[in-house]
């Protein structure tokens, strides 16, 4: 069973900046897809940004120019670096795992941007 742990998230005011990390399971990292979702109160998840394994990288029109999604392959880590951030940015952020049947997500890490 493969792991996702999410970090990084906080408080941050808006026009700050944060960076997430999704550490994953080894097994795993070289050959999915990974991926950050977002969820905000009573509304339905949806795509940040991915990064396939062919390098192609994509991204919601709300978050692009202002967020950047990279990995670290030595490390197995994925990271969502952030910045002016809005408050429509807050969220619980989600790592997500994926190929031809199958997923893994993590269990979140939540963004306030608030002043």
């Known amino acids: 069973q493969a792991q996702l742990v999410e970090s990084g998230g906080g408080l941050v005011q808006p026009g700050g900046s944060l960076r997430l990390s999704c550490a994953a399971s080894?097994?795993?990292?070289?050959?999915?897809?990974m991926g950050w979702y977002r969820q905000a109160p009573e509304k339905q998840r949806e795509l940040v940004a991915k990064?396939?394994?062919?390098?192609?990288?994509i991204y919601a029109d709300a978050v692009k120019g202002r967020f950047t999604i990279s990995r670290d392959n030595a490390k197995n880590t994925v990271y969502l670096q952030m910045n002016s951030l809005k408050p429509e940015d807050t969220a619980v952020y989600y790592c997500?795992?994926?190929?031809?049947?199958?997923?893994?997500w993590g269990k979140g890490t939540p963004v306030t941007v608030s002043s």
């Open positions: 080894a097994s795993i990292f070289s050959i999915y897809d």
């Open positions: 997500k795992a994926e190929r031809t049947g199958v997923t893994y």
């Open positions: 990064l396939r394994t062919s390098g192609t990288t």
